[in-house]
């Protein structure tokens, strides 16, 4: 069976500081892996997707994800948060030739001042 | 704008009154879905739609019914709420299945309580 396991169901930090929300998968089938973002009162965003080529994908604020096939992860990073990227942040796998997604339980991400 | 609009967003009910939340889309996506999201477990599939007159059963299709009698509408039906259905529900849409990586998009969410 398929599965997405988010580690951290919260990750306090404070700003400026490093960050990396960790994204295991596990699938039979091959996979496209996205991180969505949910700040609150709001729907998902789609912060950043692999589906190939290089394995390490950036979004436009800052965030970056390394695709690693070994290890089945997808860690989501940001070198120095801000308090704006307070949100939660769900990890995704798409699995490939099908309509199915699944969604991880998602990780509350905290930026302190 | 590209969206996804759903209403109610915010909607107390009592048990066993039925209840329909819309969502409509405005990108001509052929794919629509249902989700609820539920602290700690995070979002799980309803119901989805490939296309008009085309559904399927997600995760938890169980006390839900859908129809997709038109494109761009695809609402939400609880025949009979009750209690175990609160819960903050998203609507979603994409241009077709995951073979090709589409990404989703998403409603702002309903906030539904059955009391």
């Known amino acids: 069976a398929q599965s997405v396991t988010q580690l951290d169901s919260q990750v306090p930090v404070f700003e400026e500081a490093p960050v990396e929300l960790r994204c295991n998968y596990s699938?039979?089938?091959?996979?496209?892996l996205f991180w969505y973002v949910q700040y609150p009162n709001q729907g998902l965003q789609l912060l950043l997707k692999y589906l190939s080529g290089s394995t390490l994908v950036e979004s436009i604020n800052g965030f970056e994800a390394e695709f690693n096939k070994s290890q089945t992860s997808f860690h989501l990073r940001k070198p120095s948060v801000h308090i704006s990227d307070t949100a939660e942040y769900f990890c995704?796998?798409?699995?490939?030739?099908?309509?199915?997604?699944?969604f991880g339980t998602g990780t509350r991400l905290k930026v302190l001042a | 704008e590209a969206q996804v609009t759903q209403n109610p967003r915010y909607l107390i009910t009592v048990t066993g009154k039925k209840l329909t939340v819309t969502c409509s889309q405005n990108m001509n996506h052929e794919y629509m879905s249902w989700y609820r999201q539920d602290p700690g477990l995070g979002l799980r599939q309803i119901y989805y739609?490939?296309?008009?007159?085309?559904?399927d059963k997600g995760d938890v299709p169980e006390g839900y019914k859908v129809s997709r009698k038109e494109k761009r509408n695809f609402p939400l039906i609880l025949e009979s709420p009750s209690p175990n259905q609160t819960s903050l529900y998203f609507c979603?849409?994409?241009?077709?299945?995951?073979?090709?990586?589409?990404?989703?998009?998403f409603g702002e969410g309903s906030w539904l309580t059955v009391v």
């Open positions: 699938s039979s089938v091959s996979v496209y």
């Open positions: 995704a796998v798409g699995l490939s030739g099908t309509y199915k997604y699944i």
């Open positions: 739609s490939m296309n008009v007159e085309v559904t």
């Open positions: 979603a849409s994409s241009l077709g299945p995951t073979v090709s990586g589409n990404t989703i998009y």
